[in-house]
């Protein structure tokens, strides 16, 4: 009788196994290995319930500025760091107000519940700050654009990020060194 019960758990054991393997894996999928921050994938469903509850809510895309140079000179250990302390600073900033992620590359992406209550001069500014790398102190700059869920005609997650990309590249065309709302 107990060797037939063992016999008959076996496969249920081993389901849960896998399914326990399969969990983490997806998990894992959902999150940059190099910066923890959320893909695309795990940031764009947690970003959209945050458009959905929040009416003031807002989509944040960074790029870093000069990020090839910064590679190319350093090299990619350096360009590493840099995506690393990027995505540290842009987390810190989201804090309980919001989510980051990355999209890839050198571009992040952040959802926040309620616009009124972040200040983005603290965002430009922490991502202006140099990090040291090795004994040597790296400028780090970064482009921020803005989208207010509540000024699109209809609020959705595309073209949320359709109009701070658009933000995004019209703060570059402006020195690099700020953000841009759109309205």
């Known amino acids: 009788m107990d060797a037939h019960i063992v016999a008959s758990t076996a496969p249920l054991l081993g389901w849960a196994v896998h399914g326990s393997i399969l969990a983490r894996r997806l998990a894992c999928a959902r999150r940059d290995p190099l910066t923890g921050l959320h893909t695309r994938a795990g940031w764009t469903a947690r970003a959209e319930h945050v458009i959905r509850r929040h ?79 090795e004994g040597v102190r790296l400028s780090l700059a970064a482009s921020v654009g803005v989208c207010a869920v509540a000024d699109l005609p209809v609020p959705c997650l595309p073209d949320a990020l359709t109009a701070a990309d658009a933000a995004m590249y019209a703060a570059k065309g402006r020195g690099r060194r700020g953000s841009r709302t759109t309205h």
Do not use: M
Not at 56 to 76: E, I, R
Not at 103 to 131: C, S
């Open 55 to 133: 009416p003031h809510a807002a989509v944040l895309l960074v790029d870093l500025d000069h990020f090839k140079t910064l590679n190319d000179t350093h090299g990619h250990a350096a360009g590493d760091v840099a995506l690393a302390e990027a995505a540290d600073r842009l987390r810190a900033w989201c804090g309980r107000h919001g989510l980051a992620g990355r999209l890839g590359g050198d571009e992040f992406v952040a959802v926040v519940r309620n616009l009124a209550v972040v200040d983005l001069n603290a965002l430009i500014a922490t991502l202006h700050q140099p990090l040291s790398y």
